[in-house]
């Protein structure tokens, strides 16, 4: 063994390692030799003994971190030992340290700081081009750390389920007609996925499609703990996913989030537009009709309308509608935002009373088919509603997520392998910086 306190030693910084010699070849590449630095790198690793009977030597070339801002060549001549204990089982072992494992060509270091970058959200033919190893050697590195930092979800109080696409629609071949020709099937792909909300907004996992059979099949596979401690399901208006709920969770409240509600609200107000300008002028929509050129105020809250612009909105509408459908739709969707409105102000009884007495008189009153509808899919969906109100539970991140997974897809280019997509999503929503920053705000609140 040598003195590892050198500066050599210091600066490359592998514990258990010494820095022999530096040698600079004619090419420019930097040759690193290293040699042993640890006593117990002696030891057996079956039975823990150390040995003292020296077989013979071993050269390998574990790749590393760049130093200086410089990859080097790293040379580790380190001694294999014979083992003579009747009670071992290992005839001979090498020398292994905790940065450079046995059979290990690539430094743990390395390998934690690929796999990290991965985690970041970098591409991994970007990270490997950067190391300077191979792709399979970033995948390596990823799924060795994904089996460590992606276990079994920890319970929750809160849940959120929403879905996101994994690729583009495609036509496959689907069996023959009678008369020859292939049947085409269209496929939809789509990833349903399970964020904790109550806690640090990391990813569960996902499942495949966004039915009820499959959202049922990952809750049934959850322990018992997990399935109990759920106390409230945030989604979307989806019968699919309140079924599912409903069955494998049956204790567990349902919310909407009323980010889903007020848009289905701005969805009546489009339809409602859309279909009288047909009406009343047989076609589509131009720049010129007040009615297609107002569509964006017609879709924005009344508190973000400049006075000027709620005037031009309003009477551009009254001018130019003489059935007043329009205008009336406009406040059907504020009356539904004044009552989501409520849950920021505490989710008091008798305001929510209020607000959705107001709501659905002023829809009974229009008598707009589209309206009506829009009031018939709130008193569908009134329980779930509620529980939005009392709590002010929303799915905003599960919305973030969303934002994450996409910022993944991007990053790679698309992905072929569910099982690699799903591990490197996982990883970078559930992130330690993540996490600990949100426990911990940089900045005083």
């Known amino acids: 063994m040598v003195d590892g306190s050198d500066d050599a030693t210091c ?7 010494a820095v022999e010699r530096v040698v600079r070849s004619s090419a420019g590449v930097t040759l690193v030799q290293l040699v042993t630095d640890d006593p117990d790198a002696a030891r057996c690793p079956e039975c823990g003994q150390a040995s003292t009977s020296g077989k013979d030597w071993v050269l390998t070339r574990p790749r590393d971190l760049a130093v200086g ?15 003579r204990a009747r009670d071992c089982v290992r005839a001979t072992f090498t020398e292994q340290v905790a940065q450079v494992p ?12 690929l796999a990290v970058a991965v985690e970041d959200g970098r591409d991994q033919s970007e990270v490997a081009a950067t190391y300077g190893v191979s792709w399979p050697t970033v995948q390596r590195a990823v799924i060795a750390h994904g089996d ?5 979800p920890t319970p929750t109080p809160v849940l959120g389920l ?11 071949p689907d069996g023959v007609h ?45 322990s018992p703990a997990f399935r109990a401690g759920i106390e409230v399901v945030v989604i979307d208006p989806h019968a699919g996913y309140a079924a599912a709920v409903r069955a494998a969770l049956p204790t567990a409240r349902i919310a909407v989030d009323h980010f889903h509600l007020i848009m289905l609200a701005n969805r009546t107000v489009t339809a409602v537009r859309q279909r009288v300008t047909r009406e009343q002028l047989g076609r589509r929509g131009r720049r010129q009709d007040p009615a297609w050129a107002n569509r964006r105020l017609l879709l924005r809250g009344r508190e973000r309308l400049s006075p000027r612009a709620l005037a031009r909105m309003w009477n551009g509408c009254v001018d130019h509608d003489r059935t007043a459908a329009i205008l009336t739709a406009w406040i059907a969707k504020e009356e539904l935002r004044a009552l ?47 529980v939005f109100l009392t709590t002010g539970i929303t799915n905003a991140r599960t919305e973030g997520t969303n934002r994450l997974i996409k910022q993944i897809k991007r990053a ?19 992130r330690h910086t993540r996490r600990l920053s949100a426990r911990n705000p940089p900045v005083p609140a």
């Open 102 to 113: 046995a059979r290990a060509r690539t430094t743990t270091r390395l390998r934690a700081a």
């Open 69 to 83: 801002g410089r990859f080097t060549l790293t040379q580790w001549r380190k001694r294999r030992w014979r083992r």
């Open 340 to 386: 989501c409105a409520t849950a920021a102000r505490g989710g008091h009884p008798h305001e929510i009373r209020d607000r959705l007495y107001e709501f659905y008189r002023w829809c009974a009153d229009a008598d707009i088919p589209e309206v009506t509808t829009l009031a018939e899919t709130i008193a569908t969906w009134w329980p779930a509603v509620e």
């Open 11 to 17: 600066l490359l910084g592998l514990e258990g390692l």
């Open 412 to 430: 790679a280019c698309g992905f072929r392998n569910r099982e690699n997509y799903r591990r490197r999503v996982r990883l970078h929503c559930t």
């Open 178 to 222: 009678d008369d020859g020709r292939t049947r085409w099937t269209r496929t939809d792909p789509w990833e349903t996925g399970f964020v904790d909300i109550a806690g640090t907004g990391a990813l569960f996992g996902q499942v495949d499609g966004r039915s009820s059979a499959a959202v049922k099949a990952w809750l049934d596979e959850r």
């Open 162 to 172: 929403d879905e996101t696409r994994f690729g583009r629609p495609r036509w496959i």
């Open 148 to 152: 460590v930092e992606l276990g079994e």
